[in-house]
């Protein structure tokens, strides 16, 4: 199993978060993404619908462990205490400020923090599950945008990005 720690230390530790919200977006992904104009777009799609279609990503995730790794799956608790320590000793704190000195909602942070923790997730599993949608919504962090929703029916339509 891969570690949380390096993964941490060299993929999200050096995220300039959301410096280029408000820009053209250039990356690639696995999705066709269509960009939102403002932060109050954004906040608006960073909502419980995004947030089950979110859910139910990430226990495809948990599933195909129990079913197909159940000894790796019998270590999830605790590779995810240990990466919720790395981000809220780190990162989430600089995402925190910025969100309280930009007045966003609290769905921003949120949002990240889920995000952050499920691609902490597909990496360590990576071994056992291919990583899928987290990794790539980490490459949207990671080009200083932020993703905030789904248009259309999965896995058809568009990731909306900020």
């Not at 691609?119 to 790539?136: N, R, V, W």
Request: glycine share 6%.
């Amino acid at each position: 199993m891969k570690t949380v720690k390096e993964f941490y230390d060299e993929q999200i530790a050096e995220i300039a978060w959301f410096s280029k919200c408000g820009e053209g977006a250039d990356f690639t992904l696995h999705y066709e993404y269509s960009c939102l104009n403002n932060w109050r777009e954004a906040e608006k799609s960073l909502n419980s619908r995004w947030d089950n279609f979110k859910l139910e990503i990430r226990n495809g995730l948990t599933v195909a462990l129990h079913k197909e790794h159940l000894d790796a799956y019998r270590q999830w608790n605790s590779i995810t205490i240990e990466a919720k320590k790395l981000l809220k000793n780190g990162v989430l704190n600089d995402i925190s400020l910025y969100a309280k000195n930009n007045h966003l909602n609290e769905s921003v942070y949120e949002s990240v923090e889920w995000d952050l923790l499920a691609a902490m997730m597909e990496h360590a599993y990576s071994p056992y599950i291919k990583p899928g949608f987290y990794t790539q919504l980490l490459k949207v962090y990671q080009s200083g945008h932020i993703p905030c929703g789904w248009k259309g029916k999965w896995p058809e339509g568009q990731l909306l990005v900020f």
